[in-house]
Protein backbone atom coordinates (compact mmCIF):
# COMPACT_ATOMS: atom_id res chain seq x y z
CA UNK A 1 0.00 0.00 0.00
CA UNK A 2 1.00 3.41 -0.82
CA UNK A 3 0.07 7.09 0.79
CA UNK A 4 0.63 10.08 -1.24
CA UNK A 5 0.08 13.27 0.74
CA UNK A 6 -0.13 16.65 -1.50
CA UNK A 7 1.20 19.60 -0.40
CA UNK A 8 1.66 23.32 -1.64
CA UNK A 9 -1.76 24.39 -3.22
CA UNK A 10 -3.36 27.61 -2.86
CA UNK A 11 -4.87 30.87 -4.66
CA UNK A 12 -2.45 32.92 -6.46
CA UNK A 13 -3.20 35.28 -9.17
CA UNK A 14 -2.80 34.89 -12.78
CA UNK A 15 0.49 34.81 -13.90
CA UNK A 16 2.03 33.69 -10.43
CA UNK A 17 3.66 30.46 -9.84
CA UNK A 18 3.03 27.53 -7.46
CA UNK A 19 5.09 24.65 -6.30
CA UNK A 20 3.14 21.40 -5.18
CA UNK A 21 4.53 18.59 -3.47
CA UNK A 22 3.49 14.59 -3.10
CA UNK A 23 5.32 12.87 -0.49
CA UNK A 24 4.95 9.02 -0.94
CA UNK A 25 5.76 6.16 1.35
CA UNK A 26 6.89 2.86 0.20
CA UNK A 27 10.56 1.23 -0.20
CA UNK A 28 9.69 0.90 -3.80
CA UNK A 29 9.17 4.54 -4.87
CA UNK A 30 11.39 4.91 -7.53
CA UNK A 31 10.08 2.44 -9.39
CA UNK A 32 6.62 3.92 -9.67
CA UNK A 33 5.35 6.15 -12.70
CA UNK A 34 3.72 9.51 -11.09
CA UNK A 35 1.98 11.93 -12.30
CA UNK A 36 -0.35 14.69 -11.47
CA UNK A 37 -3.79 14.86 -12.82
CA UNK A 38 -6.24 17.65 -12.19
CA UNK A 39 -10.21 17.98 -12.21
CA UNK A 40 -12.01 21.02 -13.15
CA UNK A 41 -15.76 21.50 -11.68
CA UNK A 42 -18.05 19.78 -14.05
CA UNK A 43 -15.26 18.38 -16.00
CA UNK A 44 -13.52 15.18 -16.07
CA UNK A 45 -10.20 14.43 -14.53
CA UNK A 46 -7.14 15.20 -16.91
CA UNK A 47 -3.45 14.04 -17.30
CA UNK A 48 -1.41 17.31 -16.39
CA UNK A 49 1.94 15.31 -16.37
CA UNK A 50 4.41 11.92 -15.71
CA UNK A 51 7.39 11.01 -14.94
CA UNK A 52 8.88 7.62 -14.89
CA UNK A 53 11.24 6.20 -12.54
CA UNK A 54 14.00 6.96 -14.91
CA UNK A 55 12.84 10.43 -14.96
CA UNK A 56 11.18 9.96 -19.28
CA UNK A 57 8.71 12.93 -18.68
CA UNK A 58 5.16 13.42 -20.46
CA UNK A 59 2.91 17.16 -20.45
CA UNK A 60 -0.33 17.37 -21.45
CA UNK A 61 -0.23 19.89 -23.82
CA UNK A 62 -1.89 22.70 -22.00
CA UNK A 63 0.88 22.92 -19.84
CA UNK A 64 3.82 22.74 -22.19
CA UNK A 65 5.90 25.50 -21.30
CA UNK A 66 4.43 26.38 -18.02
CA UNK A 67 4.80 23.20 -15.71
CA UNK A 68 8.19 21.13 -14.78
CA UNK A 69 7.52 17.65 -13.07
CA UNK A 70 10.23 16.15 -11.19
CA UNK A 71 11.16 13.63 -8.78
CA UNK A 72 13.04 13.31 -5.61
CA UNK A 73 13.88 9.25 -5.13
CA UNK A 74 15.73 9.56 -1.87
CA UNK A 75 12.79 12.17 -0.35
CA UNK A 76 10.19 9.65 -2.24
CA UNK A 77 8.69 12.56 -3.26
CA UNK A 78 7.41 13.99 -6.66
CA UNK A 79 7.15 18.01 -7.56
CA UNK A 80 5.46 20.08 -9.89
CA UNK A 81 6.12 23.54 -10.50
CA UNK A 82 3.86 25.48 -12.28
CA UNK A 83 4.70 29.17 -13.80
CA UNK A 84 2.45 31.20 -15.54
CA UNK A 85 -0.54 30.01 -14.52
CA UNK A 86 -3.92 30.82 -16.01
CA UNK A 87 -7.57 31.01 -14.51
CA UNK A 88 -8.18 28.17 -16.55
CA UNK A 89 -5.65 25.61 -14.18
CA UNK A 90 -7.84 26.03 -11.71
CA UNK A 91 -8.58 22.64 -10.04
CA UNK A 92 -8.08 20.10 -8.15
CA UNK A 93 -4.83 18.61 -8.47
CA UNK A 94 -4.12 14.66 -7.33
CA UNK A 95 -0.37 12.85 -7.44
CA UNK A 96 -0.51 9.27 -8.58
CA UNK A 97 1.75 6.56 -8.34
CA UNK A 98 1.44 2.95 -10.62
CA UNK A 99 3.36 0.43 -10.83
CA UNK A 100 2.30 -2.44 -12.88
CA UNK A 101 -1.30 -2.89 -11.79
CA UNK A 102 -0.91 -0.84 -8.51
CA UNK A 103 -2.56 2.73 -8.89
CA UNK A 104 -2.89 5.05 -6.52
CA UNK A 105 -4.10 8.26 -5.75
CA UNK A 106 -3.62 11.05 -2.98
CA UNK A 107 -6.77 13.04 -1.71
CA UNK A 108 -6.29 16.09 -3.91
CA UNK A 109 -5.25 19.57 -3.23
CA UNK A 110 -6.88 23.09 -4.74
CA UNK A 111 -5.26 25.53 -6.77
CA UNK A 112 -7.11 28.21 -7.53
CA UNK A 113 -5.92 31.13 -10.33
CA UNK A 114 -7.55 34.32 -10.10
CA UNK A 115 -8.24 36.74 -13.09
Known amino acids: QVQLVESGGGLVQAGGSLRLSCAGS????????MGWYRQAPGKQRELVAT???????NYADSVKGRFTISRDNAKNTVYLQMNSLKPEDTAVYYC?????????WGQGIQVTVSS
Open 26 to 33: GSIFRFYV
Open 96 to 104: NAQYGVADY
Open 51 to 57: ITGSSVI
